[in-house]
């Protein structure tokens, strides 16, 4: 598997392991940073890469960028420019995962605004292998964060801490992953994806209210639900005893692409296997993001 070579600090390639942040930024001592992954898949052909729903990822980087008071912006051009150097300099020959994090580099007080510098690194991912067998998930003891406390909407770094608790406590009890609940005690998402569920045939998701991530992933689930199938997700409030009771469940987010959920808090969901529906997506979603079928041109921009 090929390894990155170098890395983009503000516009500049650097080697890999010589990339540096002063320990006072207020990145590290603030956590005042939002992020960004994305991927960019080889074309069918293997002579090219495409970046998936770049513009949207920019978007809600720029969002989280506004909500955090930085001063300034990066304008979508100049990040894809950036990426399609960083992507080409690596000589990757396959997949590439790609993070991207804007900061506050500087040193000052907690509510200091810039400087603003971004980092960029592009890198291998394996796809997971339990993407062909199904995870099981225990409902967490920590809550999910609340909009009025830290926006989980936007990709920020201090979220992921909450995250971090979470999957700690996943593995210790046994679990190949989390799912979080609301203050109200009503279904979020995992640690690092949403969750989607079927009962009785129609697909789920929590609603946006539900103190989840503004998924760019979800909406591309959304979206093409509808169009394979002429109906429409329901997007709602989901109680934790509903989880016990779907026939199909599974995760989807940038990194995790969509991985099945076989079993919650160790009861099977379903009869414990991939469900039709999470099987249809999933290879529908594989097709659209490599370009093996036409529909959605614009969610895939070729460098």
């Known amino acids: 598997m090929w390894q990155p070579k170098l890395i983009m600090m503000n516009g500049e390639l650097v080697p890999f392991d010589e990339a540096g942040l002063h320990p006072l930024s207020l990145a590290v001592t603030y956590a005042a940073t939002v992020f ?21 990822h920019i978007r809600r980087l720029q969002a989280g960028m506004k909500l955090l008071r930085f001063d300034g912006t ?9 990426l399609t150097r960083l992507i080409y300099a690596n000589e990757p020959d396959g ?10 580099e500087g040193a000052g007080l907690m509510s200091t605004t810039g400087p603003v510098g971004f ?27 609340s909009d009025n406390a830290c926006p989980p909407r936007i990709k920020s770094t201090a979220n992921y801490l909450n995250a971090r608790l979470v999957s700690h406590q996943a593995k210790a009890d046994g679990y190949d992953g989390a799912l979080m609940l609301t203050p109200q005690g009503k279904v979020s998402e995992a640690p690092i994806a949403c ?10 998701t929590p609603d946006r209210s539900s103190n ?18 002429g109906s429409r997700v329901e997007e709602r409030i989901v109680d934790r005893s509903e989880l016990y009771l779907a026939d199909e469940a599974f995760l989807c987010g940038t990194g995790q692409e969509i991985l099945p959920v076989t079993s ?14 999470t099987e249809q997506l999933r290879q529908d979603y594989f097709a659209i993001v490599r370009g093996s ?11």
Not at 119 to 145: E, H, I, N
Request: proline letters at 6%.
């Open 36 to 56: 960004e992954g994305l991927r960019a898949y080889q074309t069918p052909d293997n002579e090219q890469f495409s970046l998936f729903r770049l513009a949207e």
């Open 74 to 82: 990066y304008e979508t051009d100049y990040l894809r420019d950036c």
């Open 95 to 104: 997949d590439v995962y790609i993070r991207l994090l804007v900061y506050i």
């Open 119 to 145: 980092t960029a690194a592009a890198m291998p991912r394996t796809r997971p292998k339990l993407g062909d067998t199904g995870l099981s998930l225990g409902v967490s003891s920590w809550q999910r964060l």
């Open 195 to 204: 969750f989607f569920m079927v009962r009785d045939g129609q697909l789920i």
């Open 212 to 229: 989840i991530l503004e998924s760019i992933t979800r909406d591309t689930i959304l979206t093409r639900y509808r169009e394979l199938t």
């Open 264 to 277: 919650i808090d160790r009861l099977p969901v379903g009869n414990g296997t991939i469900g039709p529906i």
């Open 293 to 303: 079928v036409p529909d959605h041109p614009e969610w895939r921009t070729l460098i």
